[in-house]
């Protein structure tokens, strides 16, 4: 299976927020095949995500879709909504306006529900690389004035996408790592944002052993080991707004932390720029992964 796969079927398994239900499935519909009076539809390889759109629809507007399959090599699953009423009914529930191409933003009120929205929208017509081989994630937009409008949604969210344009329309992409992970994040992605940090760390670390070559694999997985772990509670502290509300020495080392997954703690310490030692900081580290560790058994 794609990398791509994985990370959608990650989203689609996500447990969803009632608020959140409207927005997500409007970012699937908006940027799915069409989404006009005339055809509502989505085409996709993966099966769950076709799924995903039938099942919503279904929840929020007690509508059902025709699914087919289709295609020769591949399974092509196209989802659709064949009645115009039913498809009048659904655009009337956004602000649908004149071309029926612009965002209607009062969908997505909550932070929450705008992450939603653009969850969606990736699973209609994103796409993402394996990080192994390049960073790279895109949005495959028909509609230009669509694309635009989540170029600056996105950019909103700290997510700087480059537009391009296609044959088949506009294409948003961008070949940052950060960004890429960013997106996942936001998305809800966490297992996978992990994996990229992961293959990224090794990467690094390979990278600086065959310049050194003076470390045992060993000593890569434990280093390894450690600034994932280290980043997950990081990560999840932040989700739940308590990164901000560290001591100062400890966010001034979550953040170093997040901002240089791959960095050595000798590393770190020189980038703080501050007077500190290698136990000092890994004594930090190691008291933000406890109080992650007790709000987990909390939990
Ligand atoms: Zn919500």
């Known amino acids: 299976?794609?990398?791509?796969?994985?990370?959608?079927?990650?989203?689609?398994?996500?447990?969803?927020?009632?608020?959140?239900?409207?927005?997500?499935?409007?970012?699937?519909?908006?940027?799915?095949?069409?989404?006009?009076?005339?055809?509502?539809?989505?085409?996709?390889?993966?099966?769950?995500?076709?799924?995903?759109?039938?099942?919503?629809?279904?929840?929020?507007?007690?509508?059902?879709?025709?699914?087919?399959?289709?295609?020769?090599?591949?399974?092509?699953?196209?989802?659709?909504?064949?009645?115009?009423?039913?498809?009048?009914?659904?655009?009337?529930?956004?602000?649908?306006?004149?071309?029926?191409?612009?965002?209607?933003?009062?969908?997505?009120?909550?932070?929450c529900c705008r992450n939603c929205f653009i969850r969606g929208a990736f699973l209609a017509c994103g796409n993402i690389n394996d990080p192994e081989k390049e960073y790279r994630a895109e949005f495959n937009v028909k509609n230009e004035k669509?694309?635009?409008?989540?170029?600056?949604?996105?950019?909103?969210?700290?997510?700087?996408?480059?537009?391009?344009?296609?044959k088949s329309g506009v294409q948003l992409y961008t070949k940052e790592s950060a960004a890429v992970e960013d997106l996942l994040t936001l998305m809800g992605a966490g297992k996978?944002?992990?994996?990229?940090?992961?293959?990224?760390?090794?990467?690094?670390?390979?990278?600086?052993?065959?310049?050194?070559?003076?470390?045992?694999?060993?000593?890569?997985?434990?280093?390894v080991e450690a600034s994932i772990r280290q980043r997950t509670a990081i990560m999840f502290l932040e989700e739940n707004d308590m990164l901000y509300s560290l001591p100062e020495e400890l966010l001034t080392a979550a953040l170093l932390r997040k901002e240089n997954p791959s960095a050595t703690l000798k590393e770190l310490c020189i980038l703080s720029g501050e007077p500190l030692t290698v136990s000092g900081l890994n004594h930090r580290l190691n008291k933000i992964i406890k109080i992650y560790d007790e709000l987990k058994k909390e939990d």
């Not at 996978?192 to 293959?199: M, P, S, Y």
């Open 1 to 111: 299976m794609s990398f791509c796969s994985d990370v959608k079927n990650e989203l689609v398994s996500l447990k969803l927020q009632k608020c959140c239900k409207p927005a997500y499935i409007y970012g699937f519909m908006l940027f799915g095949r069409s989404f006009s009076t005339k055809r509502i539809s989505i085409q996709t390889t993966n099966e769950n995500v076709a799924r995903a759109y039938c099942e919503l629809i279904n929840e929020v507007y007690k509508i059902v879709p025709v699914l087919t399959v289709g295609g020769n090599i591949k399974p092509t699953y196209k989802a659709e909504i064949d009645s115009e009423a039913d498809r009048l009914k659904i655009l009337a529930s956004v602000d649908y306006g004149m071309g029926g191409d612009t965002i209607d933003s009062s969908v997505f009120a909550r932070d």
């Open 146 to 166: 669509a694309a635009d409008e989540l170029q600056s949604l996105l950019a909103r969210c700290g997510i700087d996408m480059h537009k391009v344009r296609r």
């Open 192 to 223: 996978q944002t992990l994996n990229i940090i992961d293959t990224k760390i090794m990467k690094s670390i390979k990278n600086n052993i065959n310049r050194a070559r003076n470390c045992d694999s060993a000593n890569i997985s434990k280093a």
